[in-house]
């Protein structure tokens, strides 16, 4: 059985379809409210047997991104390397969809501009996608990331110029099929062939990187725009600039990649018992005892005295291989404790708990 998101999309294409070929909308036209209402009963059953849950990406690790920059499948050395290297690089700073327009790419996309500062950066013209479906915006700087050289050896900026030069003029793509043998030292030397590369190349070149780096698991494309989305989220940046470079329509389509992780939930929980501690401290003064007593209560703010039989208490003495105890003692005794000192105790034990 087809899940939820997979039924949703088969409907949008007879949409589509019967749009073009009919001028008929089987989603707004009146004709169809029974027909969209039943199909509004499958999803909501589909969801109940598990079917509508979406399972996202999750973002790769910082380990990972500094095992897979240091690998030498990102050399700039060679055609292929130097070609993942870019890919790596354009999939971060513009967070781009997994496998979406990736083919479609050209060279023309892609432009080598300087700010105010002087500071060199690449821009992508901004396209049609998935959720780019409105008007395109004449003003640039509406929507797009920009990736900044960075005077590094990894420098985004330098392995886009280096992968530009190298492309086979005759050819538009972007993605262009690497050539078997090239010569380094041969500036002149064009590394990639008249020919774009595969569409399920590029769809799984993440995949095929994961192996290649010896990375722990195996990621996807998809994995890299939500290392960027989390990332930027992480770095504090807010939502509606995000959104400005990811293309999602909305802030609420972040929380998905904007997950809390265990660190952060501790980190949380020990604010909370810090507060809550220092705000014990300045609401409960030592303004006296409640007293634990085995005579009777003579106050309201005296506790009740603790019935405990003489045949119940020992005292016990802790060696090192063993715990031995002493004789009975009598039941006499009386232990006074202030309402900040019961409840510090509480929050204390409980934050001891919590580490």
């Known amino acids: ?119 060199r950066f690449v821009k992508m013209q901004e396209k049609i996608s998935k959720n780019h479906r409105e008007t395109l915006q004449e003003d640039e700087t509406s929507r797009g990331g920009r990736m900044y050289a960075t005077n590094t050896s990894l420098c985004p900026v330098a392995s886009m110029e280096k992968y530009l030069s190298s492309l086979n003029p005759d050819c538009p793509n972007f993605w262009q099929r690497a050539k078997a043998i090239v010569k380094e030292d041969d500036k002149t030397d064009i590394w990639f062939d008249n020919a774009p590369l595969g569409k399920n190349k590029l769809g799984d070149k993440m995949k095929s990187l994961s192996v290649e780096a010896g990375l722990s698991k195996i990621y996807t494309n998809h994995c890299l725009r939500a290392t960027s989305v989390t990332t930027l989220d992480r770095q504090g940046f807010e939502a509606r600039h995000i959104i400005g470079i990811s293309g999602h329509k909305s802030e609420t389509s972040l929380k998905h990649y904007c997950r809390v992780e265990s660190e952060k939930k501790r980190e949380m929980s020990h604010a909370i018992t810090t507060f809550t501690s220092t705000e014990i401290e300045s609401q409960y003064p030592d303004d006296g005892p409640f007293n634990y007593s085995t005579t009777p209560a003579t106050s309201p703010n005296i506790i009740q005295p603790l019935e405990l039989s003489s045949e119940n208490i020992t005292n016990t003495v802790n060696t090192k291989d063993s715990v031995m105890f002493s004789e009975r003692q009598p039941t006499s005794f009386n232990l006074k404790f202030t309402k900040k000192t019961i409840l510090l105790i509480f929050v204390r034990t409980r934050r001891k708990n919590i580490k």
């Open 1 to 119: 059985m087809y899940t939820k998101t997979s039924m949703i999309s088969i409907r949008y294409g007879l949409q589509r379809h019967f749009q073009n070929t009919h001028d008929i909308d089987i989603v707004k036209d009146n004709s169809f409210a029974a027909a969209n209402e039943i199909f509004k009963a499958i999803l909501i059953k589909l969801k109940a047997i598990g079917k509508g849950i979406v399972t996202h990406k999750t973002a790769i690790p910082n380990e990972e991104m500094d095992k897979l920059y240091t690998s030498p499948v990102l050399s700039t050395s060679s055609p292929v390397t130097l070609q993942n290297k870019v890919f790596i690089d354009v999939m971060l700073h513009f967070c781009s969809r997994g496998r979406e327009n990736l083919r479609d790419m050209m060279k023309t996309d892609f432009v080598i501009s300087t700010d105010e500062y002087g500071d």
